[in-house]
Protein backbone atom coordinates (compact mmCIF):
# COMPACT_ATOMS: atom_id res chain seq x y z
CA UNK A 1 0.00 0.00 0.00
CA UNK A 2 2.62 2.38 0.77
CA UNK A 3 4.80 2.39 -2.42
CA UNK A 4 4.55 4.99 -4.81
CA UNK A 5 7.33 4.93 -7.34
CA UNK A 6 9.98 8.60 -6.38
CA UNK A 7 7.85 9.44 -4.34
CA UNK A 8 8.48 6.70 -2.48
CA UNK A 9 12.18 7.70 -1.23
CA UNK A 10 10.48 11.67 0.07
CA UNK A 11 8.09 9.36 2.56
CA UNK A 12 10.70 7.41 3.57
CA UNK A 13 13.01 10.31 4.91
CA UNK A 14 9.92 11.78 6.14
CA UNK A 15 9.56 8.73 8.50
CA UNK A 16 13.57 9.33 9.20
CA UNK A 17 12.68 13.00 10.20
CA UNK A 18 9.79 11.73 12.38
CA UNK A 19 11.65 9.19 14.22
CA UNK A 20 14.85 11.83 15.07
CA UNK A 21 12.29 14.39 15.96
CA UNK A 22 10.66 11.99 18.35
CA UNK A 23 13.58 10.45 19.83
CA UNK A 24 14.39 14.32 21.59
CA UNK A 25 11.13 14.39 22.70
CA UNK A 26 8.70 12.56 26.06
CA UNK A 27 5.49 11.07 25.05
CA UNK A 28 4.29 10.80 20.89
CA UNK A 29 2.82 13.58 19.33
CA UNK A 30 -0.73 14.32 17.85
CA UNK A 31 -0.43 14.70 14.13
CA UNK A 32 -2.73 16.51 11.21
CA UNK A 33 -1.33 15.88 7.63
CA UNK A 34 -3.79 18.48 5.95
CA UNK A 35 -4.13 17.37 2.40
CA UNK A 36 -3.38 13.96 2.80
CA UNK A 37 -4.97 12.63 -0.69
CA UNK A 38 -5.23 8.67 -0.20
CA UNK A 39 -2.75 9.09 3.56
CA UNK A 40 -0.16 7.24 2.55
CA UNK A 41 2.55 9.84 3.87
CA UNK A 42 1.34 10.96 7.34
CA UNK A 43 0.10 6.86 7.86
CA UNK A 44 3.84 5.77 7.10
CA UNK A 45 4.60 8.60 9.58
CA UNK A 46 2.58 6.50 12.20
CA UNK A 47 2.77 3.27 12.04
CA UNK A 48 6.77 3.48 11.13
CA UNK A 49 8.42 6.68 13.21
CA UNK A 50 6.99 6.17 16.75
CA UNK A 51 6.72 10.07 16.97
CA UNK A 52 2.80 10.67 16.94
CA UNK A 53 0.00 8.90 19.16
CA UNK A 54 -2.46 9.89 16.61
CA UNK A 55 -2.78 11.15 13.50
CA UNK A 56 -5.88 13.21 11.73
CA UNK A 57 -5.49 12.96 8.13
CA UNK A 58 -7.83 15.33 6.02
CA UNK A 59 -8.64 16.29 2.21
CA UNK A 60 -11.58 18.46 1.07
CA UNK A 61 -13.50 15.47 -1.10
CA UNK A 62 -12.69 13.76 -4.62
CA UNK A 63 -11.89 10.71 -6.08
CA UNK A 64 -9.32 9.86 -2.97
CA UNK A 65 -11.98 10.40 -0.64
CA UNK A 66 -13.02 6.68 -0.18
CA UNK A 67 -9.42 5.63 -0.52
CA UNK A 68 -8.46 7.72 2.36
CA UNK A 69 -11.54 6.53 4.40
CA UNK A 70 -10.22 3.05 3.79
CA UNK A 71 -6.92 3.58 4.67
CA UNK A 72 -6.78 5.01 7.74
CA UNK A 73 -9.68 2.49 9.34
CA UNK A 74 -7.27 0.02 8.92
CA UNK A 75 -5.29 1.82 11.26
CA UNK A 76 -7.58 3.09 13.52
CA UNK A 77 -6.23 0.74 16.02
CA UNK A 78 -2.56 2.96 16.06
CA UNK A 79 -4.48 6.28 15.80
CA UNK A 80 -5.51 7.29 12.65
CA UNK A 81 -8.99 9.07 11.95
CA UNK A 82 -9.74 11.38 8.68
CA UNK A 83 -12.14 13.83 7.77
CA UNK A 84 -13.36 16.13 4.71
CA UNK A 85 -11.79 18.97 5.77
CA UNK A 86 -11.31 22.55 4.42
CA UNK A 87 -6.91 23.11 5.11
CA UNK A 88 -7.91 26.50 5.23
CA UNK A 89 -8.85 26.40 8.72
CA UNK A 90 -7.45 24.77 11.73
CA UNK A 91 -9.57 21.56 12.81
CA UNK A 92 -10.86 20.95 16.61
CA UNK A 93 -8.43 18.33 17.34
CA UNK A 94 -5.69 21.08 17.58
CA UNK A 95 -3.20 21.70 18.45
CA UNK A 96 -0.76 19.30 17.15
CA UNK A 97 2.82 18.28 17.61
CA UNK A 98 3.40 17.66 13.71
CA UNK A 99 2.09 19.36 11.31
CA UNK A 100 2.78 18.22 7.68
CA UNK A 101 1.50 20.37 4.60
CA UNK A 102 1.87 18.97 1.29
CA UNK A 103 0.08 21.11 -1.64
CA UNK A 104 0.09 20.76 -5.16
CA UNK A 105 1.09 23.75 -5.96
CA UNK A 106 1.38 26.70 -3.65
CA UNK A 107 1.42 26.54 -0.04
CA UNK A 108 0.73 29.42 0.94
CA UNK A 109 -3.30 29.32 1.10
CA UNK A 110 -3.15 26.85 4.20
CA UNK A 111 0.07 28.60 5.66
CA UNK A 112 -2.08 30.55 8.48
CA UNK A 113 -4.41 27.54 9.85
CA UNK A 114 -1.02 25.35 9.48
CA UNK A 115 0.65 28.05 11.90
CA UNK A 116 -2.25 28.47 14.14
CA UNK A 117 -2.97 24.65 14.92
CA UNK A 118 0.79 24.14 15.68
CA UNK A 119 1.51 23.59 19.42
CA UNK A 120 4.38 25.36 20.42
CA UNK A 121 7.91 23.72 20.02
CA UNK A 122 5.91 21.70 17.15
CA UNK A 123 7.00 20.59 13.84
CA UNK A 124 6.37 21.87 10.89
CA UNK A 125 6.57 20.20 7.48
CA UNK A 126 6.00 21.68 4.09
CA UNK A 127 6.48 21.17 0.40
CA UNK A 128 6.03 23.84 -2.57
CA UNK A 129 5.37 22.28 -6.02
CA UNK A 130 4.89 25.65 -8.07
CA UNK A 131 8.88 26.22 -8.97
CA UNK A 132 7.72 27.88 -12.19
CA UNK A 133 7.03 30.88 -9.21
CA UNK A 134 9.45 30.53 -6.95
CA UNK A 135 12.56 29.87 -9.34
CA UNK A 136 12.10 32.63 -11.08
CA UNK A 137 10.53 31.68 -14.20
CA UNK A 138 7.54 33.72 -13.37
CA UNK A 139 9.28 36.65 -11.68
CA UNK A 140 6.54 39.15 -11.62
CA UNK A 141 4.47 36.19 -10.32
CA UNK A 142 7.51 35.48 -7.49
CA UNK A 143 6.87 38.99 -6.22
CA UNK A 144 3.10 39.14 -6.69
CA UNK A 145 2.58 35.87 -4.21
CA UNK A 146 5.52 35.84 -2.07
CA UNK A 147 6.83 39.52 -1.68
CA UNK A 148 10.41 39.03 -2.68
CA UNK A 149 12.18 39.17 -6.20
CA UNK A 150 13.84 35.57 -7.41
CA UNK A 151 16.78 34.19 -8.13
CA UNK A 152 16.93 33.56 -11.86
CA UNK A 153 18.82 30.30 -13.98
CA UNK A 154 20.55 27.08 -12.67
CA UNK A 155 20.50 28.48 -8.75
CA UNK A 156 16.85 29.62 -9.03
CA UNK A 157 15.23 26.39 -7.41
CA UNK A 158 17.66 26.88 -4.13
CA UNK A 159 16.40 30.26 -4.17
CA UNK A 160 12.92 29.60 -4.54
CA UNK A 161 13.55 27.73 -1.12
CA UNK A 162 15.13 30.11 0.49
CA UNK A 163 12.18 32.07 -0.43
CA UNK A 164 9.79 29.42 0.94
CA UNK A 165 12.11 29.34 4.26
CA UNK A 166 11.71 33.60 4.35
CA UNK A 167 7.42 32.91 3.88
CA UNK A 168 7.73 30.63 7.01
CA UNK A 169 9.94 32.41 9.21
CA UNK A 170 7.66 35.85 8.52
CA UNK A 171 4.32 33.87 9.28
CA UNK A 172 6.13 32.76 12.17
CA UNK A 173 7.27 35.60 13.61
CA UNK A 174 3.48 37.17 13.09
CA UNK A 175 2.68 35.06 16.29
CA UNK A 176 5.61 36.00 18.09
CA UNK A 177 7.38 32.75 16.92
CA UNK A 178 10.59 31.68 14.89
CA UNK A 179 11.35 28.80 13.03
CA UNK A 180 14.33 26.31 13.00
CA UNK A 181 14.98 24.45 10.25
CA UNK A 182 16.00 21.32 10.85
CA UNK A 183 16.51 20.33 7.27
CA UNK A 184 15.63 21.90 3.83
CA UNK A 185 15.92 20.46 0.28
CA UNK A 186 15.25 20.80 -3.31
CA UNK A 187 14.41 17.59 -5.57
CA UNK A 188 13.35 17.55 -9.03
CA UNK A 189 10.07 19.42 -9.33
CA UNK A 190 9.92 20.85 -5.64
CA UNK A 191 10.89 21.99 -2.68
CA UNK A 192 10.55 21.12 1.44
CA UNK A 193 11.07 22.05 4.69
CA UNK A 194 11.11 20.82 7.72
CA UNK A 195 11.09 22.81 10.88
CA UNK A 196 10.95 23.54 14.33
CA UNK A 197 8.20 26.49 15.29
CA UNK A 198 9.27 27.83 18.65
CA UNK A 199 9.82 31.09 20.82
CA UNK A 200 12.87 33.21 21.01
CA UNK A 201 14.61 36.03 20.16
CA UNK A 202 17.83 37.95 18.82
CA UNK A 203 18.24 38.40 14.79
CA UNK A 204 16.23 36.41 12.21
CA UNK A 205 18.97 35.81 9.11
CA UNK A 206 16.27 37.02 6.76
CA UNK A 207 17.43 40.03 3.84
CA UNK A 208 18.48 40.91 0.46
CA UNK A 209 21.22 39.82 -1.44
CA UNK A 210 22.80 42.70 -3.63
CA UNK A 211 24.07 41.49 -6.92
CA UNK A 212 26.90 43.77 -7.39
CA UNK A 213 28.25 43.06 -3.58
CA UNK A 214 27.98 39.70 -3.35
CA UNK A 215 31.00 37.16 -3.18
CA UNK A 216 29.58 34.45 -3.41
CA UNK A 217 28.43 32.06 -6.21
CA UNK A 218 27.48 33.65 -9.65
CA UNK A 219 23.89 34.96 -9.55
CA UNK A 220 23.94 36.04 -12.90
CA UNK A 221 22.65 39.51 -11.75
CA UNK A 222 24.07 42.79 -10.49
CA UNK A 223 20.30 43.93 -8.92
CA UNK A 224 19.47 42.57 -5.40
CA UNK A 225 17.60 39.52 -4.77
CA UNK A 226 15.39 38.43 -1.98
CA UNK A 227 14.12 38.77 0.40
CA UNK A 228 14.90 35.48 1.43
CA UNK A 229 16.28 33.11 4.15
CA UNK A 230 19.76 33.35 4.72
CA UNK A 231 20.78 30.98 7.45
CA UNK A 232 21.34 26.95 7.78
CA UNK A 233 19.34 25.01 5.96
CA UNK A 234 20.30 21.99 8.06
CA UNK A 235 21.06 21.33 11.95
CA UNK A 236 24.07 19.60 11.79
CA UNK A 237 23.59 17.77 15.08
CA UNK A 238 19.85 16.57 14.23
CA UNK A 239 21.78 15.43 10.69
CA UNK A 240 24.10 13.01 13.07
CA UNK A 241 20.40 11.99 14.39
CA UNK A 242 19.05 10.80 10.89
CA UNK A 243 18.86 7.13 10.04
CA UNK A 244 17.37 5.30 7.21
CA UNK A 245 14.29 3.34 8.70
CA UNK A 246 13.49 -0.58 9.03
CA UNK A 247 10.52 0.05 6.49
CA UNK A 248 12.43 2.19 3.99
CA UNK A 249 11.36 1.17 0.48
CA UNK A 250 14.37 2.47 -0.67
CA UNK A 251 17.25 2.08 1.67
CA UNK A 252 20.38 2.36 -0.38
CA UNK A 253 19.30 5.91 -2.02
CA UNK A 254 18.35 7.24 1.21
CA UNK A 255 21.75 6.31 2.81
CA UNK A 256 23.17 8.45 -0.14
CA UNK A 257 20.98 11.33 0.77
CA UNK A 258 21.54 11.72 4.35
CA UNK A 259 24.80 11.28 3.88
CA UNK A 260 25.49 14.16 1.36
CA UNK A 261 23.20 16.30 3.43
CA UNK A 262 25.82 15.77 6.21
CA UNK A 263 28.67 16.35 3.62
CA UNK A 264 27.55 20.18 2.53
CA UNK A 265 25.96 20.91 6.04
CA UNK A 266 29.94 21.70 7.11
CA UNK A 267 29.75 24.61 4.75
CA UNK A 268 25.50 25.62 5.26
CA UNK A 269 25.86 28.51 3.24
CA UNK A 270 23.77 30.24 0.42
CA UNK A 271 24.05 28.83 -2.85
CA UNK A 272 26.72 26.66 -4.39
CA UNK A 273 29.43 26.68 -7.38
CA UNK A 274 29.51 24.41 -10.14
CA UNK A 275 32.81 23.09 -11.73
CA UNK A 276 31.45 24.44 -16.04
CA UNK A 277 29.89 27.67 -14.23
CA UNK A 278 33.95 27.98 -12.75
CA UNK A 279 35.68 26.76 -15.77
CA UNK A 280 33.70 29.24 -17.90
CA UNK A 281 34.19 32.31 -15.65
CA UNK A 282 37.78 31.63 -15.89
CA UNK A 283 38.39 30.73 -19.29
CA UNK A 284 39.73 27.27 -18.18
CA UNK A 285 40.41 23.97 -21.08
CA UNK A 286 38.30 21.90 -18.60
CA UNK A 287 35.91 22.05 -15.45
CA UNK A 288 38.57 21.83 -12.75
CA UNK A 289 37.65 18.20 -10.05
CA UNK A 290 35.10 18.62 -7.70
CA UNK A 291 37.20 16.38 -4.93
CA UNK A 292 40.08 18.69 -5.89
CA UNK A 293 38.76 21.62 -5.68
CA UNK A 294 37.34 20.86 -1.91
CA UNK A 295 40.52 18.98 -0.65
CA UNK A 296 42.02 22.22 -1.83
CA UNK A 297 39.95 24.80 -0.37
CA UNK A 298 39.86 22.59 2.41
CA UNK A 299 43.83 23.12 3.03
CA UNK A 300 43.25 26.59 2.80
CA UNK A 301 40.85 26.11 5.71
CA UNK A 302 37.93 26.90 3.86
CA UNK A 303 34.84 24.48 4.69
CA UNK A 304 33.30 22.78 2.30
CA UNK A 305 31.56 20.14 0.73
CA UNK A 306 29.33 18.09 -1.94
CA UNK A 307 26.09 19.60 -2.19
CA UNK A 308 22.57 17.21 -2.55
CA UNK A 309 21.09 20.26 -4.66
CA UNK A 310 23.15 18.90 -8.15
CA UNK A 311 26.07 16.58 -9.32
CA UNK A 312 29.01 18.03 -9.25
CA UNK A 313 28.71 21.07 -7.52
CA UNK A 314 29.74 22.13 -4.15
CA UNK A 315 29.27 24.71 -1.09
CA UNK A 316 32.35 26.48 0.52
CA UNK A 317 32.46 29.20 2.86
CA UNK A 318 35.71 30.32 0.49
CA UNK A 319 34.56 34.08 -1.06
CA UNK A 320 34.47 33.83 -5.16
CA UNK A 321 37.40 35.03 -5.51
CA UNK A 322 39.17 32.18 -3.33
CA UNK A 323 37.44 29.66 -4.90
CA UNK A 324 38.37 31.06 -8.62
CA UNK A 325 42.58 31.26 -7.16
CA UNK A 326 42.38 27.71 -5.92
CA UNK A 327 40.55 26.67 -9.39
CA UNK A 328 42.95 28.00 -12.04
CA UNK A 329 46.08 27.04 -9.75
CA UNK A 330 44.61 23.02 -10.09
CA UNK A 331 46.55 21.19 -12.97
CA UNK A 332 44.10 19.71 -15.80
CA UNK A 333 44.13 15.95 -14.74
CA UNK A 334 43.64 14.46 -19.29
CA UNK A 335 43.92 10.76 -19.31
CA UNK A 336 46.69 9.16 -20.95
CA UNK A 337 45.79 6.69 -24.19
CA UNK A 338 45.01 3.58 -22.88
CA UNK A 339 46.77 0.41 -23.99
CA UNK A 340 45.01 -1.29 -27.02
CA UNK A 341 42.24 -3.21 -26.50
CA UNK A 342 41.02 -1.16 -23.57
CA UNK A 343 38.78 1.41 -22.97
CA UNK A 344 39.15 4.26 -20.17
CA UNK A 345 37.99 7.62 -18.69
CA UNK A 346 35.22 9.95 -19.62
CA UNK A 347 34.19 9.77 -22.98
CA UNK A 348 35.80 13.57 -23.89
CA UNK A 349 39.19 12.35 -22.31
CA UNK A 350 39.40 14.65 -19.69
CA UNK A 351 38.81 13.90 -16.39
CA UNK A 352 34.93 14.17 -15.44
CA UNK A 353 34.27 17.07 -12.56
Known amino acids: MFYN ?53 TDSGGPASAVLAANTAR ?40 F ?10 VTATDMIVLAGVDAEATRRRYGATPVRGRLGPEGGLRILLRTLSDRSAARGRRIHPLLAYLR ?4 RAYVVVRSGDGPIPVGEIEGDRWNGPPLGTRAPVGPMWLGPLFDRAFLERLQVPPG ?22 PFYFEPNTIAKENGLSAPPSTDR ?20 AFR ?12 T ?25
Open 188 to 191: DHYV
Open 116 to 125: DSLAPGGLLS
Open 75 to 114: FAECGASSRRWDARRPPPEGPFGHVDLDPFGSPLPFLDAA
Open 329 to 353: ALPVHVHRPSPAGTRTGSPSGVEAP
Open 248 to 269: AVHPGPLAALLGRFRDESVADV
Open 5 to 57: GAMALDRDLHVAVATAWASGRGAPASGWEMLAATGVRGLRVLVESGALARLLS
Open 293 to 312: LIEALRARGHSSGRTHARDG
Open 316 to 327: TTATRADVYEVA
